[in-house]
């Protein structure tokens, strides 16, 4: 293998990988595009703004799913470091709802989530990581419910002392039993032992499980978790957003990028808002394309090149790296920001891999953009 081919990065090609892009670029994105366009009719008075505020709503839940779903498909994702968030324990019982009810009712179960909690408003935790232990253990009890069977999965929350709670979530059917309860058994599968790894190593918590042949299984997780009545984090960080997004509309007048992105609604919100800072955007959408644009243009012509990951021809990782092995003195030097909506990982390693210098999420938020081009030029 010689050395440009040893260093040239990899496309995945895992089943996964694919089902996370399809699901990335032919759902959320489009999703995306309509919060951005609903917005825009906000802003020029063309919108009832009931109507707005209920399609957007719907917007960013539809979207929670998808990035949740992408998450759980990601055997690559370390569910040991994932940051913890304020979660309202209401809302998240109807979010579990429209999560798992499908997965009961098409086998013609029966699905109840309870939650008694008279402790607080919201609990930190690691949302995903109670999604995917939630998952697993459902997962089980549909396979050991027979159709009319139910399904159940309790939370209960109690105060410790002040900002501090005890929660014990279990998860119950009524199905045949498991002939062995031992999460290490092979013959349980890989779930309650992928459980007992998160309950123990990432909840520092306890699992119990009571099966009984005929009469069903219960699973029990017990962790202690802060909580509070008011999302105080939360609140801080959009104040340190607020203050850092007042950018100076002309700032960055006469800059030009270069746009590499296949889909044209995304594009045409990504070159909106940059024209509102005075910035030109030259579009291009695919790898090849980008790649020849860079090539003929004048040294320093472009201030940084905006690449979707999941371009055809060459993909984002490829262009990047073409570029950068170009013999110019600007290739070396030109942020190139990587345009995705699915999750990274190790942030710093992925830019490193990629040759890249940011990572622009596709939310929509313009500030977010030229916040993230401020931060590159200074």
Known sequence: MDKET????????EGGNYLQAYIMHEIKTPLICVGSIMRSMLGEGEADLDKVAMCEAALSELT??????????????????????????????????????PLAWEKGLKLDIQVHNDAFTYLYMSRITMIHILANLVTNAVKYT???????ILFDVKELEECRAQVQVTVRDNGSGMQDTDPEKAGNGMGLSVVKLMVEEVMRGMLQIDSRKNQGTSVQVCFEADGS?????????????????????????????LIAEDD????????????????????????????DLFRDSAIEEYHA????????????????????????????????????GMPVGDEQAFLAQCGMQAVVPKTFDGEELIRILSKLWG
């Open 305 to 340: 090149v905006l690449m979707d990951l999941g371009l055809p021809e060459k993909n984002g990782r490829e262009a990047a790296y073409a570029i950068r092995q170009m013999e110019r003195s600007d290739a070396a030097t030109i942020p190139i920001l990587a345009f995705t």
């Open 229 to 257: 009545d008011e999302k105080y984090e939360k609140k801080k960080k959009e104040i340190e957003k607020k203050k850092d997004s007042k950018i100076p509309k002309k700032k960055y007048m006469g800059k030009k990028v």
């Open 264 to 291: 044209e609604l995304f594009m045409e919100w990504a070159v909106e808002a940059l024209t509102r800072y005075g910035i030109y955007a030259d579009k291009t959408y695919d790898g090849d394309e980008v790649i």
């Open 64 to 101: 929670t799913y998808l990035e949740d779903s992408i998450r759980l498909c990601d055997h690559s994702c370390n569910f040991t470091n994932i940051e913890l968030e304020a979660v309202e324990m209401s809302a998240f019982r109807e979010y579990l709802y429209k999560f798992f009810g």
């Open 6 to 13: 040893e260093q040239r990065p990899a496309q995945q090609q």
């Open 146 to 152: 027979e159709p009319d069977g139910k399904i159940e």
